[in-house]
């Protein structure tokens, strides 16, 4: 049995690195060579402690050879190596064209980008200052009613004292007979 020690591509923006963590994975195909590039399969323990499986490219760093139940012991491999990426295949100069290309649509989606965001800014500005418009009219119908309410009151307690009351709540006073 053949066991491989690789290290994965987690992405197109960041290369395999030296320092980064080396897994096991059971080989069954004995067309794959140090330095390949693999389709591994590999499970993940998920929130429900149930895994769950997924697939991913790594560099196969090592081939281990040996008795299966020794390797098996030492390593503790739990996924397979699927196939081997052909060889015409140059991965890592794909990922740098997907690198370039990627940078080039960023650059043409920019103009588009920048046009969202400054209609999204108008409208949020549009949108507060209609919010600041209805509360400045909200605030003065308030203050009319508050102050209509008051003169009501005010009209009501004069004509208990028996002070003439014009209808716009204005209070006409008696005119004092000038003493003499």
Known sequence: MLLARVKHRR????????????????????????GDYVLVEYQVKNHCKSRQGYFGIARVEELLEGDTITLIQAYMPTSFIICRL???VDFDGACEQIKAL???????QK???????QDEKVKR????????????RKKATRKEQGRRHHEALEARYRKKLGQKVE?????KRKKKEASS
């Open 102 to 108: 990627r940078a080039q649509v960023a650059e043409i």
């Open 111 to 117: 103009p588009i980008r920048m046009k969202e965001i």
């Open 167 to 171: 209808p716009n709540f204005r209070v």
């Open 11 to 34: 992405s197109v923006k960041q290369p395999i690195k030296e320092t980064q963590k080396d897994y096991y994975y059971i080989c069954l195909k004995d067309d794959i060579h140090e």
């Open 86 to 88: 052909e060889k015409g």
């Open 125 to 136: 500005r549009a949108r507060k200052m209609a919010e600041i418009e209805k509360a400045r």
